[in-house]
């Protein structure tokens, strides 16, 4: 199918990161909510430092997933070879950006554009935990009623229970058994 053959490309790129994006935020609210993704989803939990490079902390089946409903669409609909390096660029320095240490305040615009100051809360052990989970467009949030924008700036991040510290052990660690506590949520 060549449905977007000839599209231009930065029309492609608009229209494949508000769609992915929305994704992105049912499935990351989903993460939350359910106690197989969380498994999955936890590794990207687990630092107790968050900075730029914390978006590319994530369980591989996790990532397997993302990847696949971001890319796919592009591939199915022909679009052309450079809409997905230019989108997964896009998503990787929006990734850094939401994750990094940056002060920034962006005022009204954070109701919008996702940023480091609403996102950063979501990697709170606090009440933060379980809100702002847009990646680019924290609209998202504000639409759905899980935005969440303190005064204070959260100085605590990280899961509340163990995790392992290797690749390989926090691969396996996601298959646990549930009969067990150690689960964070």
Same mark, same amino acid.
């Given at each position: 199918?060549?449905?977007?053959?000839?599209?231009?490309?930065?029309?492609?790129?608009?229209?494949?990161?508000?769609?992915?994006?929305?994704?992105?935020?049912?499935?990351?609210?989903?993460?939350?909510?359910?106690?197989?993704?969380?498994?999955?989803?936890?590794?990207?939990? $687990? +630092?107790?430092? !968050?900075?730029?490079?914390? *978006?590319?902390? %994530?369980?591989?089946?996790?990532?397997? =997933?993302?990847?696949?409903?971001?890319?796919?669409?592009?591939?199915?609909?022909? $679009? +052309?070879?450079? !809409?997905?390096?230019?989108? *997964?660029?896009? %998503?990787?320095?929006?990734?850094?950006? =939401?994750?990094?240490?940056?002060?920034?305040?962006?005022?009204?615009?954070?109701?919008?554009?996702?940023?480091?100051?609403?996102?950063?809360?979501?990697?709170?052990?606090?009440?933060?935990?379980?809100?702002?989970?847009?990646?680019?467009?924290?609209?998202?949030?504000?639409?759905?009623?899980?935005?969440?924008?303190?005064?204070?700036?959260?100085?605590?991040?990280?899961?509340?229970?163990?995790?392992?510290?290797?690749?390989?052990?926090?691969?396996?660690?996601?298959?646990?058994?549930?009969?067990?506590?150690?689960?964070?949520?």
């Amino acid at each position: 199918m060549q449905l977007f053959a000839d599209v231009p490309v930065w029309l492609q790129l608009v229209f494949f990161t508000i769609t992915h994006d929305i994704y992105i935020y049912w499935m990351h609210r989903w993460q939350h909510s359910n106690k197989y993704l969380w498994r999955l989803h936890e590794a990207h939990h $687990s +630092p107790k430092k !968050v900075d730029w490079l914390s *978006g590319s902390r %994530s369980h591989a089946f996790e990532i397997l =997933i993302n990847q696949t409903v971001e890319f796919l669409p592009i591939v199915l609909l022909g $679009s +052309p070879p450079e !809409v997905i390096a230019y989108k *997964g660029v896009i %998503s990787a320095l929006w990734g850094m950006y =939401i994750h990094s240490n940056l002060g920034i305040k962006t005022g009204w615009l954070q109701k919008i554009f996702n940023g480091p100051e609403m996102h950063r809360i979501h990697h709170t052990t606090g009440k933060g935990r379980n809100r702002n989970f847009a990646t680019k467009f924290a609209m998202w949030d504000w639409i759905f009623g899980t935005g969440f924008l303190p005064e204070e700036r959260v100085s605590e991040y990280g899961l509340k229970t163990f995790f392992p510290d290797n690749f390989f052990s926090q691969f396996i660690f996601a298959f646990r058994s549930f009969k067990k506590r150690g689960s964070s949520y």
